[in-house]
């Protein structure tokens, strides 16, 4: 069983993980669009997980694979209709993740009107750091500063205070479509600066101050013999 690993000791097994598409004005330009009207939601499963220290393996059938650095809110108990007030009092604690991506592969499936759960939910896609109890933070969601470097080069370095949609209205909108359970997170976007990686990178990301995941990039052919 796959299990998220609190600072605090506490473990709670890995469910579905739901992720945002363009939450970020500077990202959704990047990507030659702008912040959609209704949330753009994707799913990974939880074999997508893997822990600090693990390896990406970067799937054979893409040239071009990205990484995207996201606050990762793990929830912690069931959310059904919940309102963007009340939101807080469901979230077990906040990480730094990377929702690592087949950009060629994404392409493709969005120019055929297809959908993104190879491009986005192949083994090994969803790195995550330990998650920060979200006690620790009185009763506030706070903003986060967020970081990656690829091989100590930094790539990516925003805030969640420029997201377009809070981790409130994030999990309202969720909770009325999907409910979520103890052991969902939310992969709530990535700001700008997204890149390549190749095998062999070492990928470094941070909640500057409290959580730090590094991570190895392995071609496929090498790892599954
Ligand atoms: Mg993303």
């Known amino acids: 069983m796959r299990k998220y690993k609190f600072k605090n000791g506490k473990e709670l097994e890995v ?16 990507m030659g669009g702008q912040v959609a009207t209704d949330p753009i939601i994707f799913i990974k499963p939880p074999q997508a997980y893997i822990e600090n220290g693990g ?8 040239k071009n694979i990205h990484h995207e650095v996201e606050l990762v809110v793990v929830i912690g108990k069931e959310c059904k209709n919940i309102s963007e007030d009340d939101a807080i009092n469901y979230i077990a604690g906040y990480a730094v993740g990377i929702d690592v991506t087949m950009r060629d592969v994404q392409k493709q499936s969005k120019d055929n009107g297809l959908p993104w759960a190879v491009a986005k939910g192949f083994y090994s896609s969803a790195p995550i750091s330990e998650i920060i109890p979200a006690e620790n933070f009185g009763d506030q969601i706070p903003f ?20 377009e949609r809070s981790v409130a209205k994030l999990i309202e ?28 990178d070492i990928l470094f990301a941070e909640l500057n101050n409290y959580a730090a995941l590094s991570v190895e990039c392995v071609a496929q052919n090498s790892f599954f013999k």
């Open 15 to 30: 469910k579905t993980m739901f992720c945002v598409g363009q939450n970020y004005a500077k990202h959704a330009a990047e």
């Open 55 to 62: 390896k990406i393996i970067l799937p054979d059938m893409s």
């Open 144 to 163: 986060f500063d967020l970081s990656l470097k690829v091989n100590n080069q930094l790539r990516q370095n925003s805030s969640t205070q420029y997201m």
């Open 173 to 200: 909108y969720l909770s009325r479509v999907f409910t979520l359970e103890p052991g969902d997170c939310i992969f709530t976007g990535t700001p700008e600066g997204v890149g390549q990686i190749v095998n062999g």
